[in-house]
């Protein structure tokens, strides 16, 4: 039987945490900019135009330099949010050694509930209403989330974790 993580007396450093952000961020904006490209043929400008239009408005969606540049610093400012939370409630709860796979999926669901539900609706982009989302696209969006940030957070905290407790067992010192 393995042994179980105590998550809430292991910390992570601050600087381990803000490298998975990006990792996530960059996992998940390279899926959007693929997935993109598939639906319109088009580059990666949109994408990040679109994601600027949160703040900016629908004038963010003429695009130019400056926008592509807020679209790509909001996006890993969310993603980067959504990591140290994820890291917060691991160290409230030692959900991601119980199951890894059903923790990512969860936090997918949580990120496209949150994002979809609240982020985006509160925004400046432009959004259908809520009966208007298509659901084989929004299984789409949440398996992206679940593979490209879900799975990764869950599976990356956990060795994080695994690697801290061995520190700091006493035998390790």
């Known amino acids: 039987m393995p042994a179980t993580l105590n998550y809430t007396t292991i910390k992570i450093p601050v600087n381990k945490i803000l490298l998975v952000g990006i990792l996530v961020g960059t996992l998940d904006i ?13 580059g990666p400008a949109g994408v990040l135009n679109y994601i600027a239009s949160g703040v900016f408005g629908k004038d963010a969606l003429a695009g130019g330099g400056d926008m592509i ?24 709860t030692g959900v991601p050694a119980k ?26 982009a432009p959004h259908a209403p809520l009966s208007a989302i298509k659901p084989l696209k929004a299984l789409k969006a949440f398996l992206i989330l679940a593979v490209m ?7 990356i905290s956990q060795k994080l974790y695994a690697e801290n407790d061995k520190k700091e067992t006493p035998g390790n010192l």
Request: charged letters at 5%.
């Open 99 to 124: 199951n890894k796979i059903g923790t990512g999926f969860i936090y997918a669901l949580f990120i496209w509930l949150v994002m979809n539900l609240l982020v985006v609706r509160l925004s400046n």
């Open 69 to 92: 540049f807020f679209g790509l610093l909001f996006h890993y400012l969310i993603a980067l949010s959504f990591t140290v939370f994820f890291f917060w409630v691991c160290s409230k």
């Open 149 to 155: 940030i879900g799975l990764p957070l869950s599976f």
């Open 30 to 42: 390279l899926a959007a900019f693929i997935d993109y490209y598939i639906a319109t043929g088009k």
